[in-house]
């Protein structure tokens, strides 16, 4: 079960800095393949380390083509209400950064903006910024090293970086490859035995409309820039239409049309992710509990389905026992742990078995099954991905 007196860590950096293999690697457990569709992508790995339960938390990065940046924020807004309701501090922030990001602009600058506004100056001391990909760096040329050392440099030192945060406490760190560089980095965090309130969290807290957090101030800008340019195209888009249409070209005024039906699209889009900002505490705690209660619905239907399949699949091949296998996933098993309790606030019961799906863990135990096996480890997928995601 976990717990308030346990260590809670995020983990966070832009999408492809390395958070999920960094938890991997610390809780010697395979990462989730995918997310299978959820909406919400916060989730909660845990391990024991030190005689403490530890519990990393995997934030979603800000700049993914597949999922808008006001989402993002939305649900780390959410989540932070629901941990700080619960009594649940994060200890300190693990930000992950790839050296070989040749520049420090777009979506690496917005996500280290963000963290700052995220976290609040008065908690820089509890970041730890640790660069990854220097093995990668290890293998190029003398003068790409030298290039990579000097960059290292330059985001320690530049205060538009990370040098106001290093000024105020936080350590940067080169990150390598395997387990003992990783757990000396969240030894540091456990050590300083903080309880942060993330300036974020206080704002949501207060009921701060998103779009008025520090954080969410810096979207909201960004996305407005981007509206403008957005309006300006499309003037110009509807300009030539009209133009078009006194000169009868048929093949320009298809491009012109077809270009102002894009960038409509693009647009609403965008106003419909603005208007996603705008929420405030209570719109965004209604809308992502029912969320999150849809995607509980879903998982529960996919296990279902997949454990019928496998209790088919093990009678279609008539070998063995009619179970597929001694430790088959039991109705309690699928009910997601709610870490994070009800509404009424009654804990739920339920834990799924993280070990299951340790690496060092098989599942199914007869050759025979092995399709059954298959199946089976499509259930465990997603009872560990049920396990960790859901709150
Ligand atoms: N060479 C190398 N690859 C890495 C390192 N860290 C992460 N990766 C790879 O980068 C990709 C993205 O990593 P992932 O952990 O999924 O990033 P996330 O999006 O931040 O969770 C994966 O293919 C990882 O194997 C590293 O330090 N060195
Ligand atoms: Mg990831």
Not at 60 to 87: H, N, T
Not at 244 to 254: G, K
């Amino acid at each position: 079960m976990r717990s308030i007196n346990d260590v809670y860590i995020a983990v966070m950096g832009v999408t492809g800095a390395g958070k999920t293999g960094f938890i991997s690697t610390c809780t010697e457990k395979e990462p989730l393949k995918s997310n299978h569709g959820l909406l919400s992508s916060v989730t909660l790995h845990t391990m024991i380390h030190d005689q403490k339960t530890v519990h990393l938390v995997d934030i979603p990065g800000f700049g993914d083509s597949k999922r808008p940046d006001a989402d993002v924020l939305q649900e780390i807004a959410f989540w932070l209400l629901r941990a700080y309701r619960m009594g649940i501090r994060l200890s300190g922030i693990i930000y992950l950064h790839r050296i070989t990001d040749i520049r420090m602009q777009g979506s690496a600058k917005r996500s280290l903006d963000m963290l700052k506004k995220i976290c609040g100056p008065t908690n820089y001391a509890n970041i730890v910024l640790a660069t990854t990909r220097w093995d990668d760096i290890s293998k190029a040329s003398e003068e790409a090293q030298q290039q990579a050392r000097q960059r290292y440099i330059t985001l320690c030192e530049r205060s538009l970086y990370w040098g106001d945060m290093c000024c105020a406490g936080a350590i940067a760190t080169k990150l390598s490859p395997g387990r003992y560089c990783a757990l000396k980095i969240v030894d540091h965090v456990i050590h300083k035995e903080r309880r942060l309130a993330m300036l974020l969290q206080q704002q949501i807290v207060e009921g701060t409309p998103i779009y008025r957090t520090d954080a969410g101030k810096i979207l909201y800008d960004a996305y407005h820039s981007e509206l403008d340019k957005l309006r300006e195209e499309l003037r110009k888009a509807k300009s030539e239409l009209e133009a078009t249409v006194a000169s009868f070209q048929d093949e320009r005024r298809r491009r012109a049309e077809e270009t102002v039906v894009q960038i409509s699209r693009v647009l609403e889009a965008k106003s419909h992710e603005v208007r996603g900002l705008r929420i405030d505490t209570a719109e965004l705690e209604s809308a992502w509990s029912r969320k999150i209660c849809e995607e509980r619905q879903k998982f529960q239907r996919k296990i279902e389905k997949v454990t019928d399949r496998m209790t088919k699949s093990a009678q279609e091949t008539q070998v063995g026992p009619k179970t597929p296998s001694p430790n088959p996933p039991s109705a309690d098993d699928h009910v997601p742990d709610d870490l994070f309790r009800d509404e009424k606030g009654q804990p739920h019961t339920p834990v799924i078995n993280r070990e299951r799906c340790s690496k060092k863990t098989s599942f199914a135990t007869s050759s025979t099954l092995v399709g059954v096996a298959g199946l089976g480890l499509g259930v465990l997928q997603l009872a560990a991905t049920a396990a960790c995601t859901i709150m």
